[in-house]
């Protein structure tokens, strides 16, 4: 069987990582959009979480399988279509992610200085669409929307001392414009309390541990919350547990040396919702943001943040909305659920549509972790393993996989760029790291990428 993977990331990687592993003689084509693979571990991990990364080295050993070949800079939907892969291979899994931001919905949110978490952190990570971003740091007060990993993220590297970053693979215009930042203090807002925050401990152990910044939660916000987590899931209820400490701790009595020196700081703010982006008297930037005070219906992750009238605003110069990545219909013959942003499906089985699959983001919603996603994709991989065994797909001989494909590629101008064409790539960018010091020194211009393995 030939089967194809839409997709180079955790998703695309895992789902044809098991089909080769359970399947002895399929043979898997991953098709990506960009020249170089991986998505959100090379784009979205922080680039001072390098341990996350290290799937990279399973995903390259599925790519140097025998039975596996990788085609990037390909342009699934535009290049190719959806239909033209059925036609080539027995079965195609879309694995594409989420490559759009959810909007907030309210005036002012176009403003300058406002901008999604998904364009801020590809900025830093150098993921080519973002790498024009030029976000403006001159102002002391930033507010990130938000309290999810990625919203920490964002606030750890807007704080953290550049000696740590230099020693990254974070790119080096992002590098360069964090030294001449003004922001000293960073406020994650949510619209709900401290016991619905989607953040996990690691992450906000290694905030509360950050050199050089200091954590001010307000003692209020905890009250009472010692009960009730008492009977919840050890993850929130320790989570909560390091919360209430760091509220309730009086600042250490450090030398007043040590405290001029950690000018910087950081706070979490609950039940306040969003209404405006105010803008300064020319109307051009953001220098604030209106919030509605919540109250909350109901308990535990299912609580709704309800408006109770109060406003309140909050001064600052920057603006991150991180309130989710989406996914975006990719081929009108695909099926898609616009409400929920994702591939309406049973087990990674596209409804109505036999031999199409889907995993990952695009399958059920941008929630969960790497892990998340390995275990996501090996249970659409079995969709398929099941379908191939069960005679449930079209086994006619007469699918050429990627030898179809690449004509129709050639008589539309696009030369595909395989895996050993990447590993120059990686060379090179390792190479130029390790002048600087750094693990890798991204290249974030397509069109370098492409000269470099002489396209």
């Not at 990625?150 to 230099?166: E, K, N």
């Not at 922001?183 to 309390?193: M, Y």
């Not at 379908?387 to 996989?401: A, H, I, K, N, Y």
């Not at 539309?412 to 130029?432: C, T």
Request: aromatic share 6%; charged share 25%.
């Amino acid at each position: 069987p030939r089967v194809c993977v839409v997709g180079s990331g955790p998703a695309g990687f895992y789902t044809a990582q098991h089909i080769l592993k359970h399947h002895g003689g399929a043979q898997v084509d991953i098709y990506e959009k960009l020249p170089v693979p991986f998505g959100l571990v090379r784009f979205g991990v922080a680039p001072d979480h390098p341990e996350v990364k290290n799937v990279i080295n399973t995903f390259t050993q599925t790519a140097r399988s025998g039975r596996c070949a990788y085609y990037g800079n390909v342009t699934v939907g535009r290049d190719v279509t959806v239909p033209e892969l059925q036609q080539a291979y027995h079965a195609v899994v879309l694995s594409y992610g989420a490559e759009d931001n959810r909007v907030l919905g309210i005036p002012g949110e176009n403003l300058s200085g406002v901008y999604s978490a998904r364009a801020f952190v590809g900025w830093y990570n150098g993921l080519p669409e973002n790498r024009d971003l030029k976000p403006d740091l001159s102002c002391e007060t930033a507010l990130i929307l938000g309290h999810g990993n990625v919203a920490l993220d964002i606030a750890r590297i807007l704080l953290s001392p550049l000696q740590l970053l230099r020693k990254t693979d974070i790119t080096d215009s992002s590098l360069a414009a964090l030294a001449c930042s003004k922001v000293k203090r960073v406020w994650l807002v949510g619209r709900r309390g401290p016991l619905q925050v989607a953040f996990t401990i690691k992450e906000l152990r290694e905030m509360i541990n950050l050199p050089g910044a200091r954590a001010v939660l307000d003692s209020a916000d905890f009250t009472g919350l010692e009960n009730a987590v008492k009977d919840a899931p050890r993850p929130r209820k320790r989570l909560t547990e390091l919360m209430i400490k760091t509220a309730l701790e009086k600042p250490r009595e450090k030398p007043v040396e040590a405290q001029a020196a950690a000018p910087r700081e950081w706070g979490l703010k609950f039940q306040r919702s969003p209404q405006e982006v105010l803008p300064t008297p020319d109307g051009k930037r953001a220098r604030g943001v209106r919030m509605a005070l919540t109250r909350l219906e109901g308990s535990g992750d299912s609580a709704r943040a309800i408006p109770t009238g109060e406003l309140e605003e909050l001064e600052c110069g920057l603006v991150l909305s991180s309130i989710g990545y989406r996914s975006l219909p990719l081929d009108p013959a695909v099926p898609f659920d616009t409400q929920r942003g994702i591939i309406p499906n049973s087990s990674g089985r596209v409804e109505g549509v036999p031999g199409l699959y889907c995993s990952g983001w695009v399958k059920r919603g941008p929630t969960g972790v790497i892990i998340t996603t390995m275990n996501d994709s090996f249970d659409t991989a079995q969709s398929v393993l099941e379908d191939l065994q069960g005679g449930v797909l079209d086994m006619s001989p007469s699918r050429e996989g990627f030898g179809a494909v690449e004509s129709i590629l050639r008589s539309r101008g696009v030369r595909p760029v395989s895996f050993s064409d990447w590993e120059k790539i990686d060379a090179a960018e390792v190479a130029r790291g390790k002048a600087a010091g750094k693990p890798r020194e991204k290249i974030v211009d397509p069109a370098e990428m492409l000269q470099l393995i002489g396209h």
